[in-house]
T-cell receptor, first 111, second 115 residues
Framework: TQLLEQSPQFLSIQEGENLTVYCNSSSVFSSLQWYRQEPGEGPVLLVTVVTGGEVKKLKRLTFQFGDARKDSSLHITAAQPGDTGLYLCAVLSSNTGKLIFGQGTTLQVKP | KAGVTQTPRYLIKTRGQQVTLSCSPISGHRSVSWYQQTPGQGLQFLFEYFSETQRNKGNFPGRFSGRQFSNSRSEMNVSTLELGDSALYLC??????????????FGEGSWLTVV
């Protein structure tokens, strides 16, 4: 059983469309992170959300942490081909550098 | 500043052989973690080293091992390679590895193909 369930697993959309990716769990977390991984590269941290109900914006990306700190969402407005990649949610385990990742959402934005 | 550097980027090995992958963390970072990424299992934690000590270990067989040197550089070794070990191996570094305020940076990975 995955600690973090991401949905959808795959998403193929046209440039200009909006989309939302979800990261759900039955566990409560002190914080949650979102990463983007482009082909041939390692994941890059986009944002860390800490407070229940918190909303953070990064240009056209909006991240929300659920009120109960069990789930999170990533919304992209007016997607562009440069947004193509694998989006991963992750949580830090205890006090070590161990990240637990969701399975990821592969996003393809077609021009 | 220089990022996390992993070598080699690509390699092909035969079943039964062993392989050593290298990782140079960002200067000043003392925590180095290793992850295996496959299409089926996603990103899975292998182990983490801090100040030359293994601090945490994932659920992988003993064929997977690692070490960290005094300059924080790290190596991971996989012995008796199996076809299922084909994966992207990612190294990540951070200052201390622990808190949510401590950004973790990933290298570009080493692509291992076992034939």
């Amino acid at each position: 059983t995955q600690l973090l369930e991401q949905s959808p697993q795959f998403l193929s959309i046209q440039e200009g469309e909006n989309l939302t990716v979800y990261c759900n769990s039955s566990s409560v977390f002190s914080s949650l992170q979102w990463y983007r991984q482009e082909p041939g590269e390692g994941p890059v941290l986009l944002v860390t959300v800490v407070t229940g109900g918190e909303v953070k914006k990064l240009k056209r990306l909006t991240f929300q942490f659920g009120d109960a700190r069990k789930d999170s969402s990533l919304h992209i407005t007016a997607a562009q081909p440069g947004d193509t990649g694998l989006y991963l949610c992750a949580v830090l385990s205890s006090n070590t550098g161990k990240l637990i990742f969701g399975q990821g959402t592969t996003l393809q934005v077609k021009p | 500043k220089a990022g996390v550097t992993q070598t080699p980027r690509y390699l092909i090995k035969t079943r039964g052989q062993q392989v050593t992958l290298s990782c140079s963390p960002i200067s000043g970072h003392r925590s180095v973690s290793w992850y295996q990424q496959t299409p089926g299992q996603g990103l899975q934690f292998l182990f983490e080293y801090f100040s030359e000590t293994q601090r945490n270990k994932g659920n992988f067989p003993g064929r997977f091992s690692g070490r960290q040197f005094s300059n924080s550089r790290s190596e991971m070794n996989v012995s008796t390679l199996e076809l299922g070990d084909s994966a992207l191996y990612l190294c990540a570094s951070s200052r201390t590895g622990g808190s949510s305020g401590n950004t973790i940076y990933f290298g570009e990975g080493s692509w291992l193909t076992v034939v």
